[in-house]
């Protein structure tokens, strides 16, 4: 694997949340994942001791990956509506074995609910 990709995105707490990422090959054909899994933190900085959301463990919260390496992450309206508005870092790691790959790295922008 290659340096991990930059991508960022928001979270509007209150909401349901859902977001799907391909990974691809050096031909750019869906990377073959069966038998991987997926594991991704947000923390408030890189150094921060606690994570403030791991996704698959936090309650409400999921991330797969497919044999076709589709990654899709998400969280209910109930757990995003327990995140304060704020901008975390995260990455997310995929597992071969003994072999970690970090593929994605970011920002996770959380919006403030004004409805509740």
């Not at 290659?2 to 031909?27: C, E, H, R, V, W």
């Not at 594991?39 to 990956?65: D, L, N, V, Y």
Request: proline content about 2%; aromatic content about 6%; glycine content about 8%.
């Amino acid at each position: 694997m290659i340096a991990p990709a930059a991508y960022s995105f928001d979270i509007y707490q209150g909401a349901t949340f859902s977001k799907t990422m391909q990974l691809l090959d050096a031909n750019d054909d869906p990377l073959v994942t069966t038998g991987w899994t997926a594991r991704c933190q947000a923390r408030e900085g890189k150094e921060a001791e606690q994570a403030t959301i791991t996704f698959g463990t936090t309650s409400g919260t999921t991330i797969s990956i497919n044999s076709t390496g589709l990654i899709t992450v998400t969280a209910t309206a109930a757990a995003t509506a327990g995140l304060k508005a704020q901008t975390l870092v995260y990455d997310i790691e995929v597992v071969d074995g003994a072999t970690v790959h970090r593929v994605l790295e970011g920002e996770i922008r959380i919006s403030r609910e004004v409805t509740r």
